[in-house]
């Protein structure tokens, strides 16, 4: 089991910054990958940027952004502490969401499971 929490929401202007974190507890040995996701209301739930931790030490890990915040988004993760960021860069009113973190695991049997947080609101005014 994997308790996932995030942080870093807030109200910010239009071009401004914003850190996101997810801290991951629990059984955070088996983290294989972390994402951030976003949803409005009446809307799916969107990937943002994901994290795929390399499969040995000396592998890089994949990172993947969706379109709308290339170049201008970047996650990152310290998984010895279990934890993940999303530095967000030139805010827009586009951004505006309820973000989540999902965490996932992969045992040593190979079974994988997912986790998600609570969420954190961004808010980008114009």
């Known amino acids: 089991q994997v308790h996932v929490v995030e942080s870093g929401g807030g109200l910010v202007q239009a071009g401004g910054s914003l850190r996101l974190s997810c801290a991951a507890s629990?059984?955070?040995?088996?983290?294989?990958?972390f994402g951030w996701y976003r949803q409005v209301p009446g809307k799916a739930r969107d990937l943002v940027a994901s994290i795929t931790i390399g499969s040995s030490p000396n592998s890089a890990d994949s990172i993947n952004y969706a379109d709308s915040v290339k170049g201008r988004f970047t996650i990152s993760r310290d998984h010895i502490k279990g934890t993940a960021f999303l530095q967000k860069n030139g805010l827009k009113p586009g951004d505006t969401a309820f973000y989540y973190c999902?965490?996932?695991?992969?045992?040593?049997?190979?079974?994988?499971?997912?986790?998600w947080g609570q969420g954190t609101q961004v808010t980008v005014s114009s």
């Open positions: 629990g059984n955070t040995f088996d983290i294989t990958a």
């Open positions: 999902n965490v996932l695991t992969t045992d040593s049997w190979g079974f994988s499971s997912d986790y």
